[in-house]
Nanobody, 121 residues
Framework: QVQLVESGGGLVQTGGSLRLSCTAS????????MGWYRQGPGKQRELVAT???????NYADTVKGRFTISRDNASNTVYLQMNSLKAEDTAVYYC???????????????WGQGTQVTVSS
């Protein structure tokens, strides 16, 4: 069993900041990457940012320069610092874990329950 505990969502005004966190625990042999995706009203889920076990990061063009993803490998926690928030950032943000259950299993995706981020003007 794997658990992902997300926190940090909420309501913020345009131009404000929020920090999301997600901690993974349970039957995890190795973590290949962690990241954040989001799904806005009437939209499909989309990539926000990911970070690999080596620290390589990947960002959606829409958040580059405003969002920063970081990771604490010791606690299996990923953070998303969101600055200069815009109304279009309003969405449910989902934590993603790409991991292997054992040394011989191929990695699989696991999703958190989501945390709401609402940006008001």
């Amino acid at each position: 069993q794997v658990q992902l505990v997300e926190s940090g969502g909420g309501l913020v005004q345009t131009g404000g900041s929020l920090r999301l966190s997600c901690t993974a625990s349970g039957s995890i042999f190795s973590i290949h990457s962690m990241g954040w995706y989001r799904q806005g009203p009437g939209k499909q889920r989309e990539l926000v940012a990911t970070i690999s076990s080596s620290g390589s990061t990947n960002y959606a063009d829409t958040v580059k320069g405003r969002f920063t993803i970081s990771r604490d490998n010791a606690s299996n926690t990923v953070y998303l610092q969101m600055n200069s928030l815009k109304a279009e950032d309003t969405a449910v943000y989902y934590c993603n874990l790409y991991y292997s259950h054992t040394w011989y299993n191929a990695p699989v995706n696991y999703w958190g329950q989501g945390t709401q981020v609402t940006v008001s003007s």
